[in-house]
């Protein structure tokens, strides 16, 4: 059973920073890319970054060079540091596996909300 755990979220000033935590179930983390994504209110879910299993890295235009993923592969952790964080960054953030055959696996999401 594939679990994930996010961490981190919370209520920060424009211009702070947070970082999120997604732990996974071992026997899935080193085997598929993962991927941040978040939701705002009266919106759709969008992707933020994604991480491949060689380290390679792809981000949303609104938050490149602002936001970096990273994964620990000693701890199956995978990470979202944000820095000068924005109102428009406010959103519910999820963490996702990308799994085979399209398959994809969730966590639960963590609040972040930018806010002063």
């Known amino acids: 059973q594939v679990q994930l755990v996010e961490s981190g979220g919370g209520l920060v000033q424009p211009e702070g920073s947070l970082r999120l935590s997604c732990a996974a179930s071992a026997s899935i983390f080193s085997t598929y890319a993962m991927g941040w994504y978040r939701q705002a209110p009266g919106k759709q879910r969008e992707m933020v970054a994604t991480?491949?299993?060689?380290?390679?890295?792809n981000y949303a235009d609104s938050v490149r060079g602002r936001f970096t993923i990273s994964r620990d592969n000693t701890k199956n952790t995978v990470y979202l540091q944000m820095s000068r964080l924005k109102s428009e960054d406010t959103a519910v953030y999820y963490c996702k596996v990308h799994g085979p055959y399209g398959i994809s696996w969730w966590g639960q999401g963590t609040q972040v909300t930018v806010s002063s």
């Open positions: 991480i491949t299993t060689t380290n390679s890295t």
